[in-house]
């Protein structure tokens, strides 16, 4: 079964500090994989996505990602985080195998301090 | 830019209503979902559908249907709402494929008293 794991339930980092938000997967198929951000109040939007080609990609924001075929992960990471960036952070994982369904982390909630 | 509306930010209910969730997306997509997000468990499925009058369950169906009658539109129903359904509700839509970005709506918080 396909599942997605987000070791990091919270993480605090300092304004100006670098952030690495990680995850990992259990998959049988090449997998799609997203990351999404949730500020308070809001719904879900897109950062960053993977299904092919070069393994570091790059999304909104700042944000980064690479894909870890060896160790089943799809780390976040951001060089400067900002204020602005406190949010929860969701890693989803898909599979043209598993139909248009995405799995969901449980999602790992960034405060930022300044 | 897509948007995805959901009728209802806040919602109260009692035990044993009949429920209804309503999503409209205004960007002609072929996919419908329905998610329910509790602190620690992130987003899980509950129904989907890739087309009109098309569904499929998700991974926590138990308790819920759907309904699309139109393109545009995708109810999520409780026919008898209990407390354990008491959380926050997510729509959304996407495009067609696997890889298509997933646009969500801003979730209708549910409590069932």
């Known amino acids: 079964a396909q599942s997605v794991t987000q070791p990091d339930i919270h993480i605090t980092v300092s304004e100006g500090a670098s952030l690495e938000l990680r995850c990992n997967y259990s998959y049988g198929a090449t997998p799609y994989l997203f990351w999404y951000v949730q500020s308070p109040g809001q719904g879900l939007q897109l950062l960053l996505k993977y299904f092919s080609g070069d393994t570091l990609v790059q999304g909104i924001k700042g944000f980064e990602a690479e894909f870890k075929r060896s160790q089943s992960s799809f780390n976040l990471r951001k060089p400067s985080v900002h204020w602005s960036d406190a949010a929860e952070y969701f890693c989803a994982v898909g599979a043209r195998e598993y139909g248009n369904k995405l799995v969901f982390g449980a999602g790992t909630i960034l405060r930022v301090k300044s | 830019d897509v948007k995805v509306t959901q009728s209802s930010r806040y919602l109260v209910k009692r035990t044993g209503e009949k429920v209804f969730l309503e999503c409209v997306q205004d960007?002609?997509?072929?996919?419908m979902f329905w998610y329910r997000q509790d602190p620690g468990l992130g987003l899980r499925l509950i129904y989907f559908?890739?087309?009109?009058?098309?569904?499929e369950k998700g991974d926590i169906p138990e308790g819920y249907s759907v309904s699309r009658e139109k393109k545009e539109r995708f109810s999520l129903i409780l026919e008898s709402a209990s407390t354990n359904q008491t959380s926050m509700y997510l729509c959304?839509?996407?495009?067609?494929?696997?890889?298509?970005?997933?646009?969500f709506g801003p979730g209708t918080r549910l409590t069932v008293l």
């Open positions: 960007m002609d997509h072929e996919n």
């Open positions: 559908s890739y087309d009109v009058k098309m569904k």
């Open positions: 959304a839509s996407s495009r067609g494929g696997i890889s298509d970005t997933q646009y």
